[in-house]
């Protein structure tokens, strides 16, 4: 009995020896992830693993790959390897096992040829393209043989600069045959050739990066000056693809590092690493995603050893299906997939040396379900195989493209079980839901996700559905509003008319009901405020208040159109951010007037500055309730009311300054423009005084730990 025990225990052993062994050799060496609309990182299932590498050796070649450069399939999953070191095309079946090489061969002319350093190729319309860089041309072979076609040499045109240089490294072609040529020295955008290799026109030309100091610069030069200068040409791209409807994807590297930092985080065209032109060249790529494309969190070089800093280098692009398509970033050796609206789906790959880990990626490429990406540095390319996980992520994609809704809806459902940070489900889920009329589930959907454009379209249908039920209301509550303002307005304006015969010691709250007077008849109401003292500190101070109560409830009560990441600014941070303002003014203010003839004191300053800040509950506090009500497309209403709030504001400040000192008109503008500079001169010294304080706290406190350690 007792051997039994044993042996059972030890079977068990063995078996959760065995369950522990199991997942850490199905692990991958990286990890999958996504980003979150604060910019974290947030953990992914695995959409890709690596089954294995293929070197040179798997594939049976004698002579060794040898700084491969580019990648490419075909729709039977041929792979075409761009070996620019043999200066070669080899050519793969979807086995990885050699069907030929494309080396040399005897042109058009009969003169025996060769490539030369040949850095990109594309298949299509039954062709091998080669972009062969050193020789200067594009050179065709038959797919299914290797056999020459034909030669495109150098396009000529008058649009290319005399010095030019032509040195093709990436291609695509069209169904037509029409030909758009990546060269690595020619800054113009893409070069379009038509099929029988005459130049067509530049496509898409980068946005030029040029400081205000340049531009001030270029007006001292001469033209010959302007022309060399290399600084204000385009930046070239580095690779390229097409997509079946003739949409071009282009990438490049050569970007300002901080422009292309900050397209990512804002999620802006210009200074993109990654574009989509139509055949006009203008960017039509969709950017619905909280971000732009390649990496996120960016660290600054120096802050951690050995680990890669900067943007993203992106060197190459693929389409993937269900009109996904990725890019690899060569300095982080990771594979970024995108949907055809611009959300990311998700991040893999790392550096190193164990399976599934790239040195230095330089070309990506999808074979059916599975992804190849080369390795130049190692002379492999790795094979990635799509797991359950990314096999129901495009189905989902797949009927949601055949407007299969209800499918999908359950495709999304079932990939939020297996992870539930993904933005893209919540989406798929609220578009479903959205066409079912299910306006309330659909908001909440696109909520999660921080999808405010669905989510405005579904709010809109639930105010449609809630008008249509409640109509009766809305008028009752506008006549409301209309005839409260219109009472309060009346019995504030009574109650001025007789406190301003009365001669009575003003209240608190006439003091108050005084500002009613003051933002509709402002230069009468000034002189009032200052010669019959119809203000007060008390009143003054009310006011300052309520405009920092009106900031801290525009901050929180914002509705969630306009404010989707809920962020709310501290009543500390609200009280700072008033009051710092009008203390700088007040006091700019009073210590410039006084050296200019002002007769208003510094008291009379203040109050008058404080009254002019009426308008603001009066408009902004309309203007955040309405964000209840609105969509993003009338968004144009808060901005107008907020708007003319703040333009009200500057007209009192400016003519509670000229009515209080008793200025002409143009005296008063000049006085204010210097009371701007007090201002900021104010600021100077007290950031320089703190400075100064700082430095002396710290000196006094190295000495005192100084004089302790040695006591």
């Known amino acids: 009995m007792n051997k039994k025990i044993i042996r059972i225990a030890a079977l068990a052993c063995c078996l959760m020896m065995l369950i522990g062994v199991i997942p850490a050799a199905a692990a991958s060496s990286y990890g999958t992830y996504t980003y979150s609309q604060d910019g974290w990182g947030v953990a992914s299932p695995d959409a ?50 050699l069907k030929f090489i494309v080396s040399e061969f005897v042109n058009s002319n009969g003169i025996p040829d060769s490539l030369k350093n040949p850095n990109g190729v594309f298949i299509g319309n039954g062709k091998i393209y080669v972009a062969d860089t050193d ?53 113009m955008g893409v070069i379009a050739l038509n099929a029988d290799g005459s130049f067509q026109c530049f496509v898409g030309a980068q946005k030029v990066s040029i400081s205000a100091w340049q531009k001030l610069w270029r007006y001292f030069q001469t033209e010959e000056q302007r022309n060399r200068s290399e600084q204000y040409v385009s930046v070239e791209f580095n690779n390229i693809t097409i997509d079946p409807r003739g949409f071009v994807y282009v990438t490049t590297s050569a970007i300002d590092p901080n422009k292309q930092h900050n397209a990512t985080k804002d999620n802006t065209a210009e200074f993109s690493p990654v574009k989509k032109l139509n055949i006009s060249g203008d960017d039509i790529m969709k950017r619905t995603g909280f971000f732009g494309f390649g990496e996120v969190t960016v660290i600054i070089k120096g802050m951690a050893k050995n680990a890669p800093s900067g943007p993203s280098v992106i060197v190459d692009v693929a389409l993937g299906p ?28 790392d550096q190193g040396t164990q399976l599934g880990n790239i040195g230095t990626p330089s070309a990506v490429t999808y074979q059916n379900d599975k992804l190849l990406v080369l390795d130049k540095s190692m002379n492999t390319f790795t094979v990635y195989n799509r797991t359950e996980y990314g096999n129901i992520l495009i189905k989902a994609l797949k009927n949601q493209n055949d407007r299969k809704y209800d499918e999908a809806k359950k495709d999304w459902e079932e990939i939020l079980q297996r992870n539930n940070n993904f933005d893209a489900a919540y989406i798929g889920i609220g578009k479903a839901l959205y066409r079912e009329g299910d306006w309330d589930g659909a ?50 304006a009574k109650v001025n008319a007789e406190v301003a015969v009365s001669g009575k010691k003003r209240t608190f709250w006439q003091e108050i009901l005084y500002a009613n007077h003051l933002i509709f008849h402002p230069f009468d109401g000034f002189w009032d405020l200052k010669h019959e003292k119809r203000g007060s500190m008390r009143s003054a101070l009310f006011y300052v208040a309520f405009a920092i109560a009106t900031f801290t409830y525009q901050s929180a009560g914002s509705a969630y159109v306009f404010n989707p990441k809920g962020t709310s600014v501290s009543i500390l941070t609200q009280i700072i951010s008033v009051v710092v303002p009008l203390v700088l003014w007040v006091v ?87 009371i701007i500079v007090g201002m900021v001169f104010i600021m100077f010294l007290a950031l320089l005084f703190t400075t100064m304080l700082t430095n002396v706290i710290g000196f006094i406190t190295a000495i005192v730990t100084e004089v302790t350690l040695r006591m």
């Open 588 to 674: 700019a203010n009073w210590c410039l007037t006084t050296l200019f003839e002002g007769e208003g004191t510094l008291k009379d300053v203040f109050i008058a500055t404080s009254y002019a800040l009426a308008p603001i509950p009066l408009l902004i506090i309309p203007a955040t309730i309405c964000t209840n009500f609105l969509t993003s497309t009338e968004a144009a209403i808060v901005t107008l009311l907020e708007s003319f709030a703040f333009v009200w504001v500057g007209l009192l400040i400016f003519i509670g300054t000229m009515v209080t000192h008793d200025y002409s008109l143009g005296k008063n503008i000049i006085t204010c423009l210097g």
């Open 322 to 349: 269900e009109n996904t398509w990725s890019i690899i970033d060569e300095a982080r050796s990771k594979v970024y997939t995108y949907d055809e609206y611009g959300n990311l789906l998700f991040i893999f790959g």
């Open 443 to 492: 908001m909440d959907h696109f909520k999660s996700a921080y999808e405010t454009e669905n989510y405005s379209k579904a709010f809109k249908m639930w105010r449609k559905e809630w008008i249509s039920k409640y109509i009766y209301i809305i008028p009752i509550v506008v006549i409301a509003v209309a005839v409260g303002a219109t009472k309060f307005f009346g019995y504030a």
């Open 135 to 187: 020789n200067k041309r594009i050179v065709i072979f038959e797919q299914s043989n290797g056999e020459y076609d034909r030669t495109v040499e150098e396009p000529q045109a008058d649009v290319f600069p005399a010095d030019s240089i032509y040195r093709p490294v990436a291609l695509a072609v069209d169904s037509a045959g029409t030909m758009f040529v990546i060269s690595s020295s020619t800054y």
């Open 48 to 97: 890709y693993t690596p089954e294995r590498i293929i070197d040179s050796n798997v594939i049976g070649l004698e002579k060794k790959l040898k700084n491969p450069t580019d990648l490419e399939t075909d729709e039977d999953g041929n792979v075409y390897i761009a070996d620019a070191g043999n200066n070669r095309i080899v050519v793969l079946d979807k086995y990885y096992n």
